[in-house]
């Protein structure tokens, strides 16, 4: 019986503290756009949004923002929207820190050569890191990655290349992210 009561108490204990620091940690609301228009969106939104869960969840509370309130504001485009749109369109969520990032279409390119046959894809990815107490970026900019492959026989696929194309562009992010939003705690 003593065990047992222990046993509560710790995990009382325990739920309490995880409770403070979820309070405690800065809420980081990601905002995010895909403009791609492919076939395998799914797999790019995965990607990119896996990343950035899984980089900011230790030291930050990772917010799925709401892209629509910036829709019927009348802003499609992230790289048009300035920061203090972006933040006014945000304002009820009390967000520490917006995080914006879009995924334009994609540039393509084949490649031949006498043995080998394969296509070049350029990811281009608008990117905004902005700390809402201070009202300035902490990052604006582009992403811009290029990969290709190619293969002798048949043809490479684009989702494929695509996607090695993103895991360049998760370092850069996670990069300017451990940069940026350490120095700016």
């Known amino acids: 019986m003593r065990k047992l009561k222990r046993i509560l108490w710790l995990t009382l204990a325990l739920l309490l503290m995880a409770t403070a620091f979820a309070a405690a940690a800065p809420r980081v609301g990601v905002l995010y756009m895909n403009n791609a228009r492919t076939t395998y969106d799914g797999s790019i939104d ?13 030291q930050f509370q990772y ?13 499609t485009d992230l790289t048009m929207a300035e920061r203090r749109d972006i933040m006014d369109a945000l304002q009820d969520q009390a967000f520490d820190y917006i995080l914006c ?37 902490l990052y604006n900019g582009r992403i811009i990655e290029l990969q290709s492959d190619s293969t002798p026989i048949g043809s490479v696929g684009n ?18 992210i451990k940069e940026k939003m350490a120095a700016g705690r």
Do not use: C
């Open 63 to 75: 917010i799925l923002a709401d892209a629509t309130t910036l829709q019927e504001q009348g802003m």
């Open 159 to 176: 989702k494929s290349v695509t996607l090695k194309a993103l895991n360049k562009v998760n370092k850069k992010i996670n990069r300017v």
């Open 46 to 58: 995965r990607k990119l949004l896996g990343n950035l869960e899984k980089t900011l969840t230790p």
């Open 101 to 137: 990032l879009a995924v334009e279409p994609l540039g393509r390119k084949e490649k031949h050569s006498v043995f080998t046959q394969g296509i070049e894809i350029t990811v281009t990815i608008p990117f905004k890191l902005i700390n809402v107490a201070e009202d300035r970026y």
